[in-house]
């Protein structure tokens, strides 16, 4: 019997500003909705579950995240009482993390269906920016030195001074220097970055679990509110709150199931796991090091790619990590993107459902929600933002930061069996 594992159901909520949903009532929501979707009635065949979250201890819950958050849920007999919920942190690469634990114990041949589920909520009321000092906890807080000298020295050799800012997170600094180095390496451009932004809006657009749901064009995108340079506030993620949750199994449970179920499951044809580091410059990224696991596990390479969800924190990580992901060459990335070769209807259409910067980065939710997106393309189901025909979509998702690169990044490749 084959180790496969297949994703059963997958739900997300939408994104934005959610003050009067709690966590309970965001995990109920995902949970539930993926349930739905895989046409089970309870939650009785699962056997773990892999919960992903970041920031609960701001609301004042810290240790056992997961757990509490599914309290009512094991009352009411919709979750076994006695399945491990297993708690999982990875910065924003959280959600991808919880599907790599909840894919592997299936691999291992330990469970036949395990949840993997993220949340987070980011959005007080009472205070908008008060949590802006805890995305720090992705840096190294224990030698900051370190990471502050590796980018004024980058800053320096390009001329673009780092200069962190009150009114935003380090990462928006951190990412504008990237972008800020890649521009003067190979001539990339903010007008490219825009061309990419204003795409992803415009999908957005078309997604009714967006947290932006308006188009803009990419002189709009230009003309927003400054954040760090060359970043405009249209390129970067917003907060907000929300949850995503997938129910993943077995071959073998899979065809316990009726015709009209296991036609709409989603093979997880590969998923790599790379570690950050501070590296070269001149070297590439470790969603590089992921994208490679991936390929070489679900045997096909980037050209079978039909489409893909990565991770754009701001719009420069779509440029960039189109390269990453060998979709283009190093250093091509902006013309890429500039070209539009990333819509709907273009040559590889990245980020359908809007892509963090329009969808929303609820941190722990977001890995499982670029599931949500590419499970429902590969079935078909996307509407108006539907790529046709697709057979293998690719999901990149990295969280954290060490120097120049991510913490920690997967990279899944999913496959719809025809």
Known sequence: MSNDVYVLGVHTTAFGRRPDASIKDLTREAYLGALADAGLETGRDIEAAWFGNCLMYYWGQALTRGNIAFIPLVR???????????????ACATG?????????????????????????????????????????GGMDLLDPQ????????????????????????????????????????????????????AKNHCNGALNEKAQYRFEMTPEEVLADRPIS???????CAPMGDGAAAAILCSERFLKTQPAAVRDR??????????????????????????????????????????????HDATSFCEIYQCEMMRFCEEGEGGAFVGSGATKIGGELPVNTSGGLVSKGHPIGATGVSMCYELATQLRGEAGARQVEGATYALQENGGGIIGMEEALAAVSIYERIR
Do not use: C
């Open 229 to 235: 340079a060359p970043l405009t506030r249209a390129m």
């Open 146 to 197: 370190e990471w502050e000298a590796e980018y004024s020295a980058i800053g320096e050799k390009i001329g673009v001074p780092f200069r962190p800012g009150e009114d935003r997170t380090i990462a928006m600094d951190t990412y504008a220097m990237q972008a800020n180095y890649h521009m003067a390496t190979y001539g990339t451009t903010a007008e490219q970055i825009a061309v990419g932004a």
């Open 265 to 310: 499951a989603i093979r997880i044809a590969g998923l790599g796991l790379a570690g950050g580091k501070y590296r070269g410059l001149d070297e590439p990224s470790l969603t590089r090091a992921a994208a490679d696991k991936a390929y070489a596990q679900a045997g096909i390479g980037p050209r079978d790619i039909d489409l893909a969800e990565v």
């Open 96 to 136: 991808s993390l919880a599907i790599a634990g909840a894919a592997k114990e299936i691999r291992a041949g330990d469970a036949d269906v395990t949840l993997a589920i993220g949340l987070e909520k980011l959005f007080d009321q009472k205070d908008p920016r008060a949590i802006f000092p805890h995305f720090a």
């Open 76 to 90: 009411e007999g919709l979750f076994p009482d006695r399945a491990p919920i297993v708690n999982v942190e990875g």
